[in-house]
């Protein structure tokens, strides 16, 4: 098999993971190289300010001896099957990378022999890159179930990030998916990261990602999750996956079923409110249950809260101010800052960054309201078309 026809397989095999892309989707890469017109593999990833980077994303093998029921790549699927060599992998990605195609690269992997072999030869094809080839872009390695931690400290001393995929909350689900893993050792492959990274001085970021929509986890179990773990330190960023189905089996949603796009993308907005504007889990969501999908969370919350409203924009603190809808980090610090060096208008808070569309029916400006419109109306303005079953 050339490597080209690996790279076909292990790029598509890859695409399933969102742990460094969010919701990724395929570059159509410039046709530079041997004349091809794609090149497999090749994904864009969006970064925290906005800008998209060419990453290489891909596996350095498929051959799986788990048997996780909703992987593509599962020991009992009959699919093509290839893998890399170290050297071959490393030499096609610096040539990527050498030539303008990529920024930086995702390296997973499924679970060929064991997880300490397969990993060897991932960091073996890290340490080509890193300290032959000079490779100075960004490097994603994946941390395989059960590795040794001494595995685990040498990937996070090479790569700019490392992930191990939790895929599931609760150790039920876990173990009726993906026998072979346990959330104990997941978790304890990111807290050994994390500590070797103190230990160490780096700046090597931690993620994971959580399948959503196969299993019963409702959005409180997962946000409930991801801020423990943001709060032990454990992770930068949780990924949500819509599960996407590949397989028929009993234990699974069926085949045809709709990947729950839009509850990734409440997901992800809440996950956002953790992390930024000083939510908690517990205010976005109740036990058992998922966000509304029809408003965003925050605007689900500050419909579900008239009593904190409205805020004065001349008086408010930071953490008010983020609570407004239409107001984010950067326009709170503007309007922070305006108002100790000048004097707020209503013509001047467009150009603070706030998005007085949202904003107008939740503020105050010198004690005076930017909209007289009440809770009900704002319903109506900002559901479309049906009431949301949301406010009980
Ligand atoms: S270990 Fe990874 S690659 Fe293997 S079946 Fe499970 S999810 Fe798929």
Known sequence: MTVWEKLEILGAAASYDHSCTGTGFKREAPATLEGRKRIPGIYLAHTADGRCLPLLKVLFTNRCRYDCAYCVNRASNDIPRAGFEPRELAGLAMEFYRRGLIRGIFLSSAVFRSADYTMEK????????????????????????????????????????????????????????????????????????????????????????????????????????????????????MYFSAYLPANEDPRLPALNARPPLLRERRLYEADWLLRFYGFRYHELVSPGQNLPLKLDPKLAWALRHPEFFPVELKTADYRALLRVPGIGPRSARNIIQARKTGVLTEEGLQALGIALKRARYFVTLNGRPLSRAKPETLLRIFLQPEPLPLFT
């Not at 996070?156 to 992930?163: E, F, G």
């Not at 995929?165 to 994390?194: D, H, M, T």
């Not at 993620?207 to 773990?229: S, W």
């Open 122 to 237: 991932m960091l073996e094809t890290a340490r080509l890159l890193r300290k032959v080839y000079g490779f100075r872009g960004y490097l994603h390695l994946k941390i395989l179930p059960g590795a040794d931690p001494e595995l685990v400290c040498q990937a996070v001393r090479l790569a700019s990030r490392v992930s191990a995929n939790l895929e599931f909350v609760r150790r039920k689900s876990l173990s009726l998916l993906a026998p072979g893993k346990e959330k104990r050792v997941l978790i304890g492959a990111l807290a050994q990261a994390r500590r070797f990274k103190l230990e160490e001085e780096l700046s090597t970021s931690l993620t994971t990602q959580v399948i959503v929509g196969a299993t019963p986890e409702t959005d409180y179990d997962l946000l409930r999750t991801a801020e423990n773990l943001y709060r032990q330190g454990l992770l930068k960023r």
